[in-house]
C-alpha cells in the first residue's frame, strides 16, 4: 500500500519528502502501511510509526540480527522482531534495566559511546541499529555514531529517534538542574516516576538537531554511505493549557512548511554503513 501521494504542495512536508531521500528508504516510504491518523509534520505521526518505519527498512534491507540500543525495561521491539524472523538482542548500559527482561531475552551490556575495541564479537554483527528517545542521554553522540558504524555490517542502517534542540521543553530540560527537572517532569506526567514504565534519566542532548548541514559535518566524517534526517514538529506539553496549545500548534504547522529545522521537537536520523 502506498504510503502518500506526493502531490506538489505536501513535498513541502519534509517529514516525508520523496525526493532526496536515499534509495533505499524511498523504497520503504513507498511501500510502508503507515498510520497518517496524525499530520505528516507533527511528532505524533513519528511516535506512531517508529515501530512500523524500522522494521520495514530491516524488510527493506534484508536484515536478519537486530540491535535495539537503550532498550532497558522498555524495548520496542521485544515481540515483533522475532514474529519477522529477527535475531534481536536488547541493549543497554545498565545491567539493572535489563534484568527487567524476560529471561530468554538475548541481551548485553555496554554504552553505546564506549570503548568497544575490545567487544570484537559485535563488530560488524548487526545488520540494523535502532533506539527510541536515547541518544539525548548519552554525553557523547559523535562516539555512540562511530560504534554504530563499528557495529553495522556493510549495508547495515542505523536508526535513531530523538528529541532536537531547540525545542523550548527540552531547552528548558537541558539548562535547569537534573533533580529540579526530573520532579517536574514526573509531576506531569507520572509514567516518568522511578518505578513507572518510562523513568527520567539525565538528558545532555548532545549532537540532538535535526540540521541535515550540522548533524552531517560530524556523520560524514564517519564514513557512513548515506545519510537522512527526517525532521517533526509538536508536542504535548501544553495539551492542558488551550488557548497556548493552539498557538503553538499553529507555529509549528508553519514551521513545518517552512523547512526551519532550529524549531524542530524531534527527528530520526538514518544511517546506512
Known amino acids: 500500500m502506498a504510503l502518500m501521494d506526493f502531490a506538489p504542495a505536501e513535498k513541502r512536508f519534509p517529514a516525508l519528502r520523496a525526493d532526496g531521500l536515499p534509495r533505499f528508504l524511498a523504497n520503504v516510504v513507498e511501500r510502508f502501511p503507515a498510520d497518517s491518523s496524525r499530520p505528516v509534520w507533527h511528532s505524533d505521526w513519528g511516535w506512531i510509526n517508529y515501530e512500523t518505519l524500522t522494521l520495514a527498512i530491516a524488510f527493506e534491507i534484508g536484515a536478519a540480527r537486530m540491535l ?125 516516576r522511578a518505578d513507572g514504565d518510562f523513568p527520567v534519566f539525565p538528558a545532555h542532548y548532545d549532537w540532538c538537531y ?3 548541514k550540522k548533524l552531517r559535518r560530524m556523520l560524514d566524517p564517519i564514513g557512513f554511505s548515506e545519510v537522512c534526517i527526517l525532521p517533526f514538529w509538536g508536542h504535548h506539553y501544553l495539551d492542558r493549557f488551550p488557548v497556548l496549545r ?14 526551519w529545522r532550529f524549531f524542530t521537537t524531534y527527528a530520526y536520523v538514518i544511517v546506512r554503513k
Open 68 to 192: 535495539e540500543v537503550g532498550g532497558g525495561r522498555d524495548p520496542a521491539f521485544l515481540t515483533m522482531a522475532p514474529d519477522l524472523g529477527l535475531d534481536l538482542t536488547i541493549n543497554d548500559i545498565s545491567a539493572d534495566e535489563l534484568a527487567r527482561l524476560p529471561s530468554s531475552t538475548t541481551t548485553t551490556c555496554f554504552d553505546m559511546a564506549g570503548d568497544l575495541s575490545v567487544r570484537t564479537e559485535l563488530h560488524g554483527a548487526f545488520d540494523l541499529l535502532t533506539s527510541r528517545m536515547v541518544f539525548e542521554h548519552i554525553p557523547d553522540v559523535a562516539a555512540a555514531w562511530r560504534n554504530t558504524h563499528k557495529l553495522l555490517r556493510p549495508g547495515g542502517v542505523g536508526v535513531a529517534f530523538f528529541p532536537t534542540m531547540y525545542a523550548w521543553p527540552f531547552v528548558l530540560n537541558k539548562l535547569l538542574p537534573d533533580d529540579l527537572a526530573k520532579r517536574i517532569v514526573e509531576r506531569f506526567f507520572p509514567a516518568r
Open 210 to 212: 535535526s540540521s541535515e
Open 246 to 259: 493552539e498557538i503553538e500548534t499553529g507555529a509549528n504547522w508553519l514551521a513545518s512548511r517552512l523547512d
